[in-house]
């Protein structure tokens, strides 16, 4: 098993920024596909970006150019750095694994976007 631990989400208003940490526990974490997908209440669960283990990254469209992802195998640890939040990101977070047939996930951080 995978045990994964967000935190870092919390209240910002409108424009600001929020770093979103993920911790993994596992020793072979190099070799995983990592994710951040959120879900508002009413929603679906949809992806925001996406890092394979070598880097290559995924955004959703409604993130592009705000958000960043970034992993850092040393530490075990993937990150969402999220920049010029809207009201719309508001949102519950959450971290995700995949090694091929593999999925696993965090309990989530909720994030809130208000003035």
């Known amino acids: 098993q995978v045990q994964l631990v967000e935190s870092g989400g919390g209240l910002v208003q409108p424009g600001g920024s929020l770093r979103l940490s993920c911790a993994a526990s596992n020793t072979i974490f190099s070799i995983y596909a990592m994710g951040w997908y959120r879900q508002a209440p009413g929603k679906q669960r949809e992806l925001v970006a996406t890092?394979?283990?070598?880097?290559?990254?995924n955004y959703a469209d409604s993130v592009k150019g705000r958000f960043t992802i970034s992993r850092d195998n040393a530490k075990n640890t993937v990150y969402l750095q999220m920049n010029s939040l809207k009201p719309e990101d508001t949102a519950v977070y959450y971290c995700?694994?995949?090694?091929?047939?593999?999925?696993?996930w965090g309990q989530g951080t909720q994030v809130t976007v208000s003035s």
């Open positions: 890092i394979t283990h070598d880097g290559g990254t």
């Open positions: 995700n694994a995949y090694l091929h047939k593999a999925d696993y």
